[in-house]
């Protein structure tokens, strides 16, 4: 884990965009595409809102970008909670994507679980059965959960499927996610975190003895590390 600590939130944000579209520009020149898999939340909107201005969105071709998510709330793409909805909102219909290119972690008329054999499908259809996605963004709850895999839930101990969903009881509520192994297989991880409320879980993610029931972001070890982006209020 490659830990930079930033001074302020907007360097930070800065930094992230920056990274986005660095990766963007190599992987388009190496394979012809950028395939993404994003995350909601209140640092991600940041960064993409950044993306959408003209300073970033001219230097990258959007329409060699394919976009998936790391997980979602199931509700309908108009609800508020949808990671989509907010992605659409401040990224998407701002700048010229392909829309055969979006792939939103919910449909009308499925159960989730049967989304999520689906959901696997097109990304092996985009990926290949190697399924390695070039850019994953990934964020850090107060618990050290990542994605939907939160502490003490069977979708931490799955090691086959790409994709499950579940019901998540503490919210009342069904979750879909991109699962640990997929999310390792990925050419470039970033993780997001800030903030005092954070500050117990990263210590333990990074200092602590290895128990990702209790701390799931220590599930994410992909063979040459990831990026952490945080402030100095969570670092400690």
Known sequence: MDITVFEDLDTLYKKAADTFVELAGKSIA??????VALSGGSSPKAIFSLLATGEYSQQV???????????????????????????????????????DQIFPMYKEGIEPEDYA???????????????????????????GHTASLFPGEKVLDEKEKWVDAYYLKPQEMFRITLTAPIINKAEH?????????????????????????????QLIRPKDGFMFFTDEKARG
């Open 61 to 99: 071709e959007w329409n060699k970008v394919y976009f998936f998510w790391v997980d979602e709330r199931w509700v309908p793409l108009e609800d508020e909670k949808s990671n989509a909805k907010m992605t659409f909102e401040t990224l998407l219909h701002r700048v010229p994507v392909n829309g």
């Open 117 to 143: 054999k689906e959901y696997e499908k097109q990304i092996r259809n985009v990926l290949g059965e190697e399924g390695v996605f070039d850019f994953i963004l990934l964020g850090m709850g107060d618990d």
């Open 189 to 217: 991880i970033l993780v997001v975190a800030f903030g005092e409320s954070k500050k117990h879980a990263l210590n333990e993610v990074v200092n602590g003895e290895y128990n990702p029931q209790l701390y799931p972001l």
């Open 30 to 35: 190496k394979k012809d595409r950028f395939a």
